[in-house]
């Protein structure tokens, strides 16, 4: 009869291999001067008996503590989820970071941590001290917060910014905001529009200026006036309220509209339907994030889908690899993501749009 998989130990694992507990051990945690054959060896005997290492041993055997700590923006992710409109930011954080980080024996945790500086150096100490993770991963507006850098950097503890190309320590992380943006105007040109408006997000996020950018890049490249074509919020509804009243209230209006967080989308999707602008026909959107909810607008909205899943991946994979070798990036690392086509574009009408 087969064992059963929770009675496995490492006594069973060094029997079977005929190896000492110590040399399981250091194939577990990836310690030195191990012969790849040997690793071979113990790994064979890991997989036939089916055994998964204990966490709590790995930690006591070790100066490691296999655990991958991300941090978010309290208040920001609290309203979202409180609110229950569809934004999955923290969803592709686990999807990405959490099955990476397992299939390397590791563990990732989300903490919620407040923007203040007053408040920061009390709570990441104490998020710190409790859990010691091998490493962090800094999400926006985190990311560029140079007093958490400086404390995780004087800890001597491997971090990843997501969203920050500063400089200063840590492993800068982007995931292409102005290449991304810069697709999605190009797929507009491509279609035909001359007067494609942008909403822009805070300007104390790097990303929305580098969005803001890649808009810019291809307008130019086409040959295409910005001119009184960029509005801005803070990428919530209300303010993409008003940024779409601003830009549908020019003469001419655009016929199109990027906006930088699907909830500005949703927004100037409702203003045009209050004045009669048929989208796609009189007015196409894009949005950023590719949220859950854009695929039940009427239309579908169109979207720059952004690669949280893929990037939260890649920080677990560039952590570990610091934590354990000390071999970090020696430049940003970018993760792209891709623009998902639905019913909100098309090309515009050829006739007088004021």
């Not at 979202?80 to 099955?99: F, T």
């Not at 910014?161 to 500063?166: E, N, Q, Y």
């Not at 570990?320 to 970018?334: F, H, L, Q, T, Y």
Request: zero cysteines; glycine letters at 8%; a negative charge.
């Amino acid at each position: 009869m087969a064992r059963r998989r929770q009675s496995v130990t490492i006594k069973h694992v060094a029997a079977d291999a005929g190896v000492s507990l110590q040399t399981v051990s250091r194939v577990i945690n990836d310690g030195p001067n191990v012969r790849p054959e040997m690793k071979e060896r113990v790994q064979a005997s890991i997989d036939k008996l089916g055994y998964v290492p204990s966490i709590a041993a790995q930690r006591m055997s070790g100066s490691r503590s296999y655990l991958i700590l991300a941090l978010n923006d309290r208040e920001r992710t609290l309203e979202e989820w409180e609110a229950r409109q569809g934004s999955d930011w923290v969803n592709q954080m686990l999807l990405g970071g959490m099955l990476t980080a397992n299939q390397h024996g590791y563990r990732m945790m989300v903490e919620l941590v407040d923007t203040h500086n007053d408040h920061v150096e009390r709570e990441l100490g104490a998020a710190i001290a409790a859990l010691q993770p091998d490493g962090v991963i800094l999400t926006p507006p985190h990311s560029e917060n140079v007093l958490i850098a400086d404390l995780l950097s004087g800890m001597g503890i491997p971090f990843a910014r997501i969203g920050s190309l500063d400089e200063g320590p840590g492993i800068a992380m982007t995931m292409d905001d102005e290449g991304n943006a810069r697709k999605a105007t190009e797929h507009l040109i491509g279609l035909g529009h001359t007067a494609i408006g942008f909403i822009a997000g805070p300007s104390d996020y790097s990303l929305s200026a580098w969005r803001v950018e890649g808009w810019r890049k291809a307008m130019e490249t086409a040959g295409l006036s910005t001119e009184r074509l960029l509005a801005s919020g803070d990428f919530g509804y209300d303010s993409g309220l008003n940024a779409a009243q601003d830009l549908l209230n020019e003469t001419p209006r655009p016929t199109a509209i990027i906006a930088s967080s699907d909830q500005m989308t949703l927004a100037t999707l409702e203003v045009a339907r209050n004045r009669g602008i048929a989208v796609p026909a009189d007015l196409s959107l894009i949005s950023f994030d590719n949220t859950p909810i854009v695929n039940f607008t009427d239309p579908p909205l169109t979207a720059v889908d952004q690669p949280i899943a893929k990037t939260t991946s890649r920080a677990v994979e560039l952590l570990i690899e610091a934590s354990r070798k000390g071999v970090r990036p020696d430049a940003p690392v970018n993760v792209s993501g891709k623009l998902v086509q639905r019913a909100s574009t098309a090309p515009p009408r050829h006739h007088d749009n004021t």
